[in-house]
């Protein structure tokens, strides 16, 4: 089985996927972000890096989703190669960082690839108002996230919107997480895992209908 957890950066995707996979027993497979070599790069200069950056993502990303095909065991996974096409590369394209050509190159690639593949069996949806992800980023103290813009955010969270609700085709599960705190909250993380299990284990809950 795979499960995927998609939000923006600073939604707490990492811990949750952490979190999940101790308490089930899954394989976590985190994004390749602390060895991107173009992630500090991009962050200085997103217009001259845009290209190179998403490339390496759906490189990374496809690499993952062949291995949890093979796996004969559930795997979670921090992020999805759908989030870096219809949110990140979207939001660049949308922004002037990519050219037409770069764009229609990365998205003959992408659709090459989805031919081989198939969709996560649960995505869990962190969805995080601004001042909240803003709040999570400096408490992590990335010294190359410390720059990112207010807009850029914003428009991320928008297009993470329109991608879970109006784009992606497989089942869904939103969880709101301004309110919660599943790190610290035995109780917050204890609904999540309550909302999980009915959604992947319930009598009642197939996994052909999208949860949103």
Same mark, same amino acid.
């Given at each position: 089985?795979?499960?995927?957890?998609?939000?923006?950066?600073?939604?707490?995707?990492?811990?949750?996927?952490?979190?999940?996979?101790?308490?089930?027993?899954?394989?976590?497979?985190?994004?390749?972000?602390?060895?991107?070599?173009?992630?500090?790069?991009?962050?200085?200069?997103?217009?001259?890096?845009?290209?190179?950056?998403?490339?390496?993502?759906?490189?990374?990303?496809?690499?993952?989703?062949?291995?949890?095909?093979?796996?004969?065991?559930?795997?979670?996974?921090?992020?999805?190669?759908?989030?870096?096409?219809?949110?990140?590369?979207?939001?660049?394209?949308?922004?002037?960082?990519?050219?037409?050509r770069?764009?229609?190159t990365?998205?003959?690639?992408?659709?090459?690839?989805?031919?081989?593949?198939?969709?996560?069996?649960?995505?869990?949806?962190?969805?995080?108002?601004?001042?909240?992800?803003v709040?999570?980023?400096?408490?992590?103290?990335?010294?190359?996230?410390?720059?990112?813009?207010?807009?850029?955010?914003?428009?991320?969270?928008?297009?993470?919107?329109? %991608?879970?609700?109006?784009?992606?085709?497989?089942?869904?599960?939103?969880?709101?997480?301004?309110?919660?705190? %599943?790190?610290?909250s035995?109780?917050?993380?204890?609904?999540?895992?309550?909302?999980?299990?009915?959604?992947?284990?319930?009598l009642?809950?197939?996994?052909?209908t999208?949860?949103?």
């Open positions: 089985m795979h499960i995927a957890v998609a939000g923006n950066i600073g939604s707490g995707k990492s811990t949750l996927t952490r979190m999940l996979a101790k308490h089930y027993g899954w394989e976590p497979r985190f994004e390749a972000v602390e060895h991107n070599p173009y992630l500090e790069d991009y962050y200085r200069d997103i217009h001259r890096w845009s290209f190179n950056l998403e490339v390496y993502f759906l490189k990374e990303r496809f690499r993952d989703l062949i291995a949890i095909s093979q796996a004969d065991h559930t795997i979670i996974q921090d992020r999805t190669i759908y989030e870096g096409v219809y949110v990140f590369m979207e939001n660049n394209k949308a922004m002037g960082h990519l050219s037409d770069d764009y229609e990365y998205m003959e690639l992408f659709e090459q690839m989805m031919t081989m593949v198939q969709v996560p069996d649960l995505l869990i949806y962190l969805r995080a108002s601004v001042p909240h992800l709040g999570n980023i400096q408490k992590r103290g990335r010294d190359y996230e410390q720059s990112i813009q207010l807009e850029y955010l914003q428009n991320l969270n928008k297009r993470y919107d329109d %991608f879970i609700y109006n784009r992606y085709k497989g089942p869904v599960m939103t969880v709101e997480k301004d309110n919660l705190d %599943f790190l610290n035995s109780k917050d993380f204890a609904s999540i895992v309550d909302r999980i299990d009915r959604t992947l284990f319930g009642f809950s197939p996994l052909t999208p949860l949103k």
